[in-house]
C-alpha cells in the first residue's frame, strides 16, 4: 500500500492534492488483509484520513486478482457520485490495473419505457408545466443511454409524474415486458454484472439482501465482499428493509394501474370499474378509521390493543354475507361506537380479495394483470401482517407525512438478520465511517449490528484539533428541559456568534427548538441568517457558502454528508445532546427489548447512539488541515451528568473552554498562519 499512498508512490504523483497520511495507509493496509484472510473489518475513520481511496485501492486490487466482485455501498447519493465522478475515474487513471465499475440505483431512478408509452395515452399529468416537462423527459429518453432521472438536472427534484413512470418493482413485467431488452434496468444490470466494483446505496443493498434468497431473487449481481461506508446509518436502513409497510399511495397507484388494463369484454372491465371504486371507498374508511397523529405529522405508535375491540389478537371480521351497504355502514361505523380498525380493515381486504379473484379467474387477461394480482396478494399479506401485529419482534406503527399515511411493522433487533444474512454469508464486510466509536470502542456499534468476529481499527486523523479547534462549554446553563433553556439557549448563541463573526451552523436537535433560535437570535445578531426548510437544501448551501459571515439555523439533516470548508464555516453550535426522541415507536420498541433482556437501555442505546450523532455534527467544523473554529455544545449535562465524561472522552482532543473571549485565539492562530505564508 506505502507504493499507492507513500510519499514517492503513484497517488502523490498524480494528485494535486496529496498529503500523507500514516492513518490512511494503516486503514488501506487493514482492509486489503480482510480481504486477503477473508475476514470482516470496522474502521472508523475520521475527516480527513481520505478514507474512500483507503478502501477503493484494495477493493479494487482484491477484485482484479480474485475476479470476484466487491460491492461499495454509501449512505447517501451524494458519496455515491463522488466515487463514480471522481475517485474511481482517477483510480483508472493512475493504477496499474485496469478495472470496470459500475454504479446501480434503485428502480424509482430509473424511467420506465412501457409506462412512459403508456403514460402518453393516459391522464397522469396535470396543468401546462407538467405537460411541458413531460414532452421534455419524452425527448430526453430517445437520448440517454441509462435513463437515470439525475440526468435531468433541469427539472424539479420532484417531478409530480414521476412515480407514474418510474421502473419500481411494484409495476415491471419482467420478461414479459414488450421493452425487457431497452430496458434501463436491464442495461444497468448488465453493466453491473460486467464490473469489478459495483457502488451503490444502502436503501438498495438492503432492499437487496432483504430478497436474496426470496421468491422474487437478487436485485444485485453476486458478490465476494462488501464495503459499507457511513456504517452508522445500516441499523435503521436494514430495519426498513426487513420489514414491511403498507401505504395510501401504494392503494392509488394500484388502482391507478387497474385503470390502465384494456379489455375486450365490456362486462368485466365495467365489473372491475365497479371493484376498483369499493376498493377506494373503503381504503379511505380504512385511513380516517386511525387514530394516531391525526391531523399531526410524525411517527405513532399503532396503540396496543388497538387492533381488537374484542380482545382477540386478530382483527375483528364482518359479515361476508353483507351488502355493499350493510358493509359499507359497519366498516364506517363512528368511533365512539368502536375502538379498532378492524371492520374497516376487514372491508377493504374484502374488496382487495374481490380483485384479485376477479383478474384471476379471467380468460385471455391483459398482460399486466397477473403483475396486479401479485401485487394485490402482497398488498393483502402485508397488511395482514400489520394489523394482526402477532409477531413480538416487531414494533408495529404509523407514519404521516404530508398527504401520505404509511403503516409499518419493523423488526425490533436487527442483529440476528444481520448475523444470519449478511456476516455468515459474505466472506468479507468492511465497515467504516466517521463515527463507528464510542467511549474509544466498538461495543455498542457491534451489538446492534450483530457483528461478533471481526478486526477493528481506529484510523489516525492528520488534524491537529489541539490548535485547530475549541470546544466552547458555556459557564451557566440552566436544565433543558426547563422554561428558562430557551431565553438561555437564545443568549448564549447570541454572544458565540458575536464572537466568531458569524460563519456559523447552529443545529438543533428538533424543528421547535431550531425555529425558537432563529425566531430569538436572528433579529438580535448583524450577520445573514438562513433557516432550513425555506429553500431547499442544496440552495440554502450554496447561499451559506457564498455569503460572508453567515449563520444557518438547521436540524439533524445538516448533520451528515455536508462539506463546507475554510473560514466560511469556523463554528458549528449544538443546542442539545442528541438523544434520539424516546416516543419514536422504533426507539421505544429497542429501549423497551433492551430493558426486558435485563440491561439499561440508557447506557446502552441512549448514550452510545447520542455520541455517534454528537460526533456527526461537530465533524462538520474541521474539514482540511488549514480550518480552524469552535466547537460549542449548549447543553449542561456534559459537565452535570456522570455520561458526560464519556461524550467529552468520545470527541476530537480540542481545547475546552468556557470563557467566551477565548474563542478568538483560534482564529488568531489562522491569522498568524496565513501572515507568515
Known sequence: MKTVFGP???IAKAHPEYEHRPGQIEMATAVLRAFEQKHHLIVEAGTGTGKTLAYLVPAIAAACGSGARVVVSTGT???QEQLMDKDLPFLQEVLPKTFRAAVMKGRNNYACLHRIKRAESMPVLEGLDQIDQFDEVVRWMTKTETGDRAELSNLPENLPFWRHIDARSDTCLGQKCPDFDPCFITRMRQRALDADIVVVNHHLFFADLALRNGAYGAVLPDYAAVILDEAHQIEDIASE?????VSNYQIDDLLRDVGFLKFENREAERELTRVSARIQRFADMFWISLREGRGLEGRFAL?????????????????????????EQQAGMPANRRQDVGAPYQALDNALNRLETMLDALKDAPADAENIIRRTRQLRFDLNFI?????????YWLERRGRGVFLRGSPIDVSGLLQDKLFEKVPTVILTSATLSSAGNFRFIRERLGLDEAEEMIAESIFDFENQAVLYLPPQMPDPRSPQWARAAADEVIRIVNATEGRAFVLSTSFAGMNQLYERVAPQIDYPSFLQGSTSKSALLKKFRSTPNAVLFATASFWQGVDVRGEQLSCVIIDKLPFAVPSDPIVAA?????????????????????IISLKQGLGRLIRSTTDRG????????LRTKMYGQTFLQSLPPCRITSDIDDLASVFSARSFAQASE
Open 387 to 395: 394489523i394482526k401485529g402477532d409477531d413480538q419482534s416487531f414494533v
Open 241 to 245: 428493509y426487513f420489514g414491511v409497510q
Open 590 to 610: 429497542r429501549q423497551r427489548h433492551i430493558e426486558e433482556q435485563g440491561g439499561s437501555s440508557f447506557f446502552e442505546y441512549s448514550v452510545p447512539q447520542a
Open 303 to 327: 396503540i396496543s390493543g388497538y387492533r381488537t375491540a374484542s380482545g382477540s389478537d386478530r382483527p375483528k371480521s364482518i359479515n361476508l354475507s353483507l351488502s355493499d351497504k350493510d358493509e
Open 77 to 79: 447519493k451524494n458519496l
Open 630 to 637: 469552535v466547537l460549542a455544545v449548549l447543553d449542561p449535562r
Open 8 to 10: 514517492e508512490g503513484v
